[in-house]
């Protein structure tokens, strides 16, 4: 869609990312990049087995080398609290407490702190404590009979078993997806810091407010005794909503040495230390008309969770969502196992579930010798079946047409191994894409300086997404001042509440809460010039004003105006401050307190199901000698609603489409069956996209405001790019080669097999 320009760069203009000076020039500091006076350095031990209890735990050597302050360990008397569960209204990811006990549950499981003087002597230190163990039987893998499963999940929609017994054609596949992990740039790290009787932290976090209540657990005392402090956030991807167990340590820690204690993680410990997606398995059963109309859907998930904590990867998100099925039955387990809790992951459950729902999408195309694009359309869902509500907008048709067209879909031939270059296999593929909306109250604070400038402050996020640009971007749209003359500060639990950024809601949620707050503060900016005698606007009717290029201003006489600053300086007073946002007036300062300290505020909107939509279109090259994959094009258009700025907008469909690519061809957590370590536990041997694996990539924008959806219009963004990825390029390997893979990563091993 056409952006909106205009001379403030506001909504809808493509401005450039309001951080991007500060971080390619170095002077973004990031949270363990903080100098802090007295600091100490921490390092964490961890777990070389995956189940059973420690029967010894040598730490002499340790607490005699050079530099050495302490070791904790589960002989000291640290007392970490267990936290509230985010499924129980609390913000804690997992309910582990390190250090408490000798039982371990997973390999590579925290069970340890040494502090020293400097990183190198913990380091050091760290080697030198001997731990041994007594070991119980592990369960390794999610499909293990021993382990116990828990239904997470059910859809019953119609009598899926009665359609699926009168369909004509029907088809039924085993999804597979491995271990996944966020591998964020930046290492998960802390600086802790108690003084005073309160708990100063330093942390990267996509949500602040949960930070602070889960720290304030950890310790036992209250949520406000805790400053969290996160003004960048260098890539989460999911994996910093919450501060994790290093983070208790940190903080047990220089509370008990009183003094500033800075703890990171290594990239091995990193996939221990905390979760990513976990391992999914999905059986899939479809069944259809001869003329292309899904009758039934018979569907099961699994994936895995620890032994403490319940997680689910729903596997049937997108299910009986996508297409007009009237009869679905799906359940997804989970199944306890000896592993971390696993945590989110860029659209956790609508990536696995569009996996298997979309490749078997292809495979009854297939089976109906109809085009894989016009089976989606023959199944075209007018509403939300599973929800019984109208959709709030769908622009995927028009998503379907502009990317069928830039990518030439019409060019297509239908049969596998039929198109070709040279000894290249070509193959065309495709898939749907979606994301849900959800909103979330959220507070914004005004502050104009009698010099005229303007700070926009907010406790949310901003992680690399653009938050910084698009708030200051909606305060000059509704001010009609430049944003690029607007501060936006962020990321610290002493500024007006926010939630979560995850789930791609926060850009929704800030933006409302900052126009509201513009809002306000342009009427009392009026008020307060029809109100003082020395202003030029003195008792004017304002119905005759409005603000404009940083004045208030007659509207058919606009250079009888004052300025800001002006009216500032008549105001008496060093600031302007205005503090609103989207919480219901009425409610309580407490109440919005536990809205921000949880995710349950964090809801639908009400009565029409309201989601992005996306059509991914994807050409691979197969060499037919050695088997080797490598993706050409990635062409797909999304409908996110309104976007506030197209140019940070794309930027996250993109990173979406090519996190989705190393999904599909190289991401995948490697178990040692015989003791559950995390084999390629690095940036080597876990392998990510890279540049010289990402080809050309179009992502065309389709959307409309949908002010059903959201206060400000817009629709998620940040997650919808990664969904069906996967799909596209396995079904475009099916069509290169005739081979059907449907278990992650499609490896050259499994289509030579």
Known sequence: MAETENSYRALGAKRDRGDGVVKVTGQAKYAFEHQVENAVYGVVIQSTVPSGRITRMETEKARQAPGVLAVYTHLNSLKINKPTAIADGGAAQSTYTPIQDDKIIHNGQNIGLVVAETFEQATHAASLVEVEYETAPALIYPDDPAAERQEASTIDLGNAQQAMAQAEVKIKSHFTTPREYNMPMELHACIASWQDNKMTVWEPSQWVMGAQREIAEWLGIEANQVHIISPYVGGGFGSKPVPYTHVALACVASRALNRPVKVELTRPQTFTGLGGRPATMQTLEMGASRDGKILAIQHEGLSDTSLIDTFAEATNKTTARLYAVPNVYSRHYVAAINTVTPGWMRAPGENPSTFGLEVAMDEMAYALNIDPLEFRLRNWADRDYQQDKPWSTRRLKEAYAAAAQAFGWEKRSMAPRSMREGRELIGWGMATATYPVSNQPAEAKLIFHRDGSLVVQSAGADIGTGTYTILAQTAAEVLQIPSETIRVELGDTSLPRAGVAGGSQLAGNLTAAVNRTAE??????????????????????????????????????????????????????????????????????????????????????????????????????????????????????????????????????????????????????????????????????????????????????????????????????????????????????????????????????????
């Open 520 to 753: 306000a503060m342009r009427d009392r900016l009026i008020a307060l010039s029809l109100a003082q005698p020395a202003s030029p606007l003195f008792q004017m009717d304002k119905e005759q004003v409005a603000v404009q290029d940083g004045a208030v201003r007659v509207k058919h006489q606009p250079d009888k105006a004052i300025a800001f600053a002006d009216l500032l300086k008549l105001h008496d007073a060093p600031t302007f401050e205005v503090v609103s946002g989207t919480f219901d007036k009425d409610l309580s300062q407490a109440d919005r307190d536990k809205a921000v300290h949880s995710m349950e505020s964090s809801v639908p909107p009400e009565g029409v199901s309201a989601h992005s939509w996306g059509a991914q279109f994807v050409e691979v090259r197969v060499d037919e000698d050695f088997g080797t994959v490598r993706v050409k094009r990635l062409v797909s258009a999304f409908d996110s609603g309104r976007l506030y700025n197209p140019k940070l907008a794309r930027s996250q469909w993109i990173g979406g489409m090519v996190m989705g690519l190393g999904q599909a061809l190289l991401e995948g957590g490697h178990i040692d069956p015989r003791n559950a370590r995390i084999v390629n536990n690095n940036l080597a041997d876990y392998l990510v996209a890279v540049n010289a694996d990402v080809p050309e990539v179009i992502a065309i924008d389709v959307g409309e405001p949908d002010y059903h959806a959201t206060l400000m219009g817009g629709k998620a963004v940040g997650e919808l790019g990664i969904v069906g990825i996967a799909a596209a390029i396995s079904n475009a390997v099916y069509h290169a080669t005739g081979k059907r893979i449907r278990d992650l990563p499609i490896s050259l091993d499994k289509l030579i097999d």
